[in-house]
């Protein structure tokens, strides 16, 4: 047996044609049908650093019984010159969020994967500052290689949820972070009877990236340690027809 939440997620590797680029995180949400990857947007593309892949590649399961077996899942970012994923913005600017939609008569017929669903967004009330979470990823590409699985770090909310942060659409997590990690989904866990299903957990947010102070002296003091997550109701816009 495994955790079903091992499933939810899946390391993301970025091409320029056969030039590999970075390692990221994405998971998988469902709703009405079609299935998605949701990952960070930078990504996708970031145009700061010239970050310009044109595909994907995800590391998938093909038998539930045996989860050494697997592949690399290759997914065009482009067709025509038009970017196939979705991204969003709000009042404040771009929003670090991008999903693209699967098609599942591609995927091997046997793929091992758990996606999350819009039932997985619903809370009761808004999570109160300290509460434990899980950050589910990929941090540096490392990972159980033998199994394609990832791996989960704790974290807390360090910011009063629910209210955007500095006017951005993100709230504060405390944990250890590094690169690789970025598309992570942030969790919060349930009890079964909640959630309705084996996958016990509330998606919180989605990992984008390290906060630092540009006027931290990097000899004295240490890395503040907090990142930011974005609200993971941004998936629900994106996935909307």
């Not at 990236?209 to 816009?237: F, P, Q, S």
Request: proline content about 7%; charged content about 20%; aromatic content about 8%.
């Amino acid at each position: 047996m495994i955790d079903a939440v091992l499933l939810t997620a899946a390391r993301v590797s970025t091409f320029e044609r056969d030039r590999f680029l970075t390692s990221a995180s994405g998971f998988f949400f469902e709703r009405e049908g079609r299935l998605y990857l949701v990952t960070s947007r930078h990504v996708m593309v970031d145009e700061p650093s010239g970050h310009n892949p044109d595909r994907i590649e995800l590391e998938l399961h093909t038998d539930p019984t045996n989860l050494a077996a697997s592949i690399g899942f290759s997914i065009p970012l482009y067709s025509a010159g038009r970017s196939l994923w979705r991204q969003g913005e709000d009042a404040a600017g771009e929003v670090d969020v991008a999903v693209i939609e699967l098609d599942r008569r591609a995927l091997p017929p046997k793929a091992a994967l758990r996606p999350f669903n819009p039932s997985h967004l619903e809370l009761a009330s808004p999570p109160p500052v300290g509460t434990p979470l899980a950050i589910v990823g990929f941090p540096l590409g490392f990972h159980d290689s033998l199994h394609h699985l990832p791996v989960v770090r704790h974290a807390v909310i360090a910011s009063s949820f629910g209210l955007r942060f500095q006017g951005q659409g993100y709230f504060l997590t405390d944990a250890r972070t590094h690169r690789g990690t970025s598309g992570a989904p942030v969790l919060m866990a349930r009890s079964p009877a909640m959630a309705g299903d084996d996958l016990a957990w509330a998606l919180l947010g989605v990992h984008s990236a390290r906060i630092d102070l540009g006027t931290r002296d990097h000899k004295l003091d240490e890395a503040l340690g907090l990142n930011c997550a974005w609200y993971a109701d941004i998936v629900m816009t994106l996935t909307g027809a």
